[in-house]
């Protein structure tokens, strides 16, 4: 299975940018990049995903390398409620089967100061 | 839309007790999954389904069993409860490419 490499912990100040980045490397051609975030004491939650293309949405927008082995996600002006660990993942297109069980890796701690 | 709700949301065992989770989604959604999480990991892949009717084995399925009867419902068995088996339980169901998953049931196996 293809895997992702995240920084253990970052730090961002509220009200600015935050620059999440992902490595992985060995992505195939069907896989999806996805990213949940896991808010503390709660379940994970969908934040975005893409194949090729750059991806915005209400809560972030997703950077996709030219090459596919690396990605950013972005949120644009963090605030106290983004503080969370941030996973990245490789998925192919359908979750069903052996075709594509999501593994989430350790992820990224995201710490907002005030 | 309540979504994903898991019942119960927190249960002690002892050694060799036996119980079962309960995961109820109304999104109408094909797949389900049982992931646990334990301190500072990741979540792991216990099993999943792919429809009624179906189960299959994630990476860390040994002592649990599933069943999944009806659509919107997936359960997790536990027969004979361990410590190791202490850890928060989150069910999810997906779409294609989206998972969606419940608040988590914490365990505890003393």
């Known amino acids: 299975d293809a895997k992702t490499t995240q920084p253990n912990s970052m730090e961002s100040n509220e009200e600015e940018p935050v620059h999440l980045p992902c490595n992985h490397s060995t992505i195939s051609g069907t896989d999806y990049i996805h990213w949940y975030r896991q808010l503390p004491s709660q379940g994970p939650e969908y934040v975005i995903h893409g194949l090729t293309s750059n991806v915005n949405n209400r809560m972030a927008s997703l950077a996709i390398a030219e090459d596919r082995k690396s990605s950013t996600l972005i949120l644009h002006r963090a605030t106290l409620r983004d503080a969370a660990v941030y996973y990245c993942?490789?998925?192919?297109?359908?979750?069903?089967?052996?075709?594509?069980?999501?593994?989430f890796g350790k992820g990224t701690k995201l710490s907002v100061k005030p | 839309n309540a979504g994903v709700t898991q019942t119960p949301k927190f249960r002690v065992l002892k050694t060799g007790q036996s119980m079962t989770l309960l995961c109820a989604q109304d999104m109408n959604h094909e797949y389900m999954y049982w992931y646990r999480q334990d301190p500072g990991m990741g979540l792991r892949l216990i099993h999943y389904s792919v429809g009624e009717g179906t189960t299959a084995k994630g990476e860390v399925p040994d002592g649990y069993n599933v069943s999944r009867l009806k659509k919107q419902n997936f359960l997790l068995g536990l027969e004979s409860a361990a410590p190791s088996q202490t850890s928060v339980y989150f069910c999810?169901?997906?779409?294609?490419?989206?998972?969606?998953f419940g608040a988590g049931s914490r365990l505890t196996v003393l």
């Open positions: 993942i490789l998925g192919e297109v359908d979750y069903g089967g052996s075709q594509g069980n999501l593994i």
């Open positions: 999810a169901s997906s779409s294609r490419r989206v998972l969606t």
